[in-house]
């Protein structure tokens, strides 16, 4: 079933919850990554780049839903860009990782950031929420990647989470070490988008 033969209603709310993504994230990866190098935090750096691919991600599928379902070229495009995310992904595992290792080689210590704490709280709120529309009307249109894309959103929620647990400790308690485990949290899901993302697994046809 083509997308364009579905309720045009959807296919509209769709595109305007990807907007709507696309905007959020390049305001939360600015403010993420410039008070992440403010205060040399690597969980908040790391955030914020996760943000940009995440723009990235929300770019492929308003290019992906503009497209006739019918045009050859869109399976291949999407399956390449997809694989450019996942590398990208990679990518950003491996620049978490180093960042961790060198600030506990070398004591280096991530200041109080209170604007990174009131981004991962708010972000706490707003993902999940964005996240259950966008899975809801993908369900709806029977598209599997903009279901796929859609549970990106929501595994943003822990990301956000976890940031905001590790800026609380470190911001209320003191201690300096709960920046680098929450970066470090972020690995496993970051790594597990990568692989999925150059396997294009991440990419179903609709």
């Given at each position: 079933m083509a997308i364009f033969a579905r309720p045009r209603a959807s296919i509209a709310l769709a595109r305007t919850l990807l907007w709507i993504t696309f905007a959020w994230n390049v305001a939360e990866g600015i403010i993420a990554v410039f008070s992440g190098i403010t205060a040399s935090s690597v969980a908040l750096v790391g955030f914020g780049l996760d943000s940009f691919i995440e723009v990235t991600a929300?770019?492929?599928l308003l290019w992906r839903i503009s497209l006739d379902e019918d045009d050859d070229r869109a399976e291949g495009r999407e399956r390449v860009a997809r694989g450019i995310?996942?590398?990208t992904f990679l990518a950003l595992a491996a620049y978490i990782v180093s960042q961790a290792a060198y600030g506990l080689a070398t004591g280096s210590r991530a200041e109080e950031s209170g604007i990174g704490l009131a981004l991962a709280a708010v972000a706490t709120i707003v993902m999940p929420v964005l996240g259950l529309?966008?899975?809801?009307?993908?369900?709806?249109?029977?598209s599997r990647s903009l279901v796929a894309e859609s549970k990106e959103?929501?595994?943003?929620s822990y990301l956000s989470a976890t940031l905001f647990l590790g800026?609380?400790?470190n911001l209320v308690a003191?201690?300096?070490?709960a920046d680098v485990?929450?970066?470090?949290a972020m690995v496993p899901w970051i790594v597990r988008e990568g692989i999925e993302?150059?396997?294009g697994e991440s990419c179903d046809d609709d």
């Open positions: 929300a770019g492929i995310i996942g590398a529309a966008k899975l809801r009307n993908a369900t709806r249109l029977s959103t929501l595994a943003c800026l609380g400790a003191g201690w300096w070490w485990a929450a970066a470090l993302g150059l396997r």
